[in-house]
């Protein structure tokens, strides 16, 4: 059993990133609700853009940390089509693939990736874990809120 990729592929108490995408269209991922800060779509951008960031400054060298998180979500509340809805969806199931590789190798867990943080790759990916679970929790909370919950896949209903 590896925890750490249990947790970044969503089994125990964490929803699966990639099943709490699924069986939403462009249109639903765009929808906004009011009161909430972020659509389904702005999120799933977000959470590409930090694995992204990670897995790029992971291969070195380091990626300079952005200068402001406006950076990190898209301009618009949706998608501008269809097809850069499923090209997101398919990027985050390859990044957490990506991220979950990195995580097996034993031999990568204690190189510095962040030097100024002194932060490890065992280091980022945690933080990875934390911060898509707290984003994948929004995402199934607007889920239920638009009466989408659960995914094709299922998912915890109580």
């Given amino acids: 059993m ?7 592929r969503g089994r ?3 929803a699966d990133p990639v099943a709490c995408f699924d069986g939403i269209d462009s249109a639903a991922a765009g929808r906004r609700l009011s009161g909430a800060q972020h659509t ?4 799933l951008y977000h959470l590409n853009y930090w694995m992204d960031y990670e897995l790029r400054s992971i291969a070195g060298p380091e990626v300079p940390y ?4 406006e950076v990190s979500w898209p301009a618009s509340d949706g ?12 990027r985050l199931a390859d990044q957490l693939r990506r991220l979950d590789a990195a995580g097996r190798d034993p031999a990568i867990q204690g190189r510095v990736v962040h030097p100024a943080r002194g932060e490890t790759v065992a280091d980022v990916l945690w933080q990875m874990v934390a911060h ?27």
């Fill in 2 to 8: 590896n925890v750490l990729s249990d947790l970044l």
């Fill in 12 to 14: 125990g108490a964490h």
């Fill in 40 to 43: 389904i779509w702005q999120l």
């Fill in 66 to 69: 952005p200068e402001h998180a």
């Fill in 79 to 90: 998608p501008p089509d269809p097809a850069a809805w499923d090209s997101e969806r398919r």
């Fill in 132 to 158: 898509n679970s707290y984003h994948v929790g929004q995402v199934a909370l607007l889920r239920r809120a638009f009466g989408a919950w659960p995914p094709p896949a299922g998912g915890d209903t109580w």
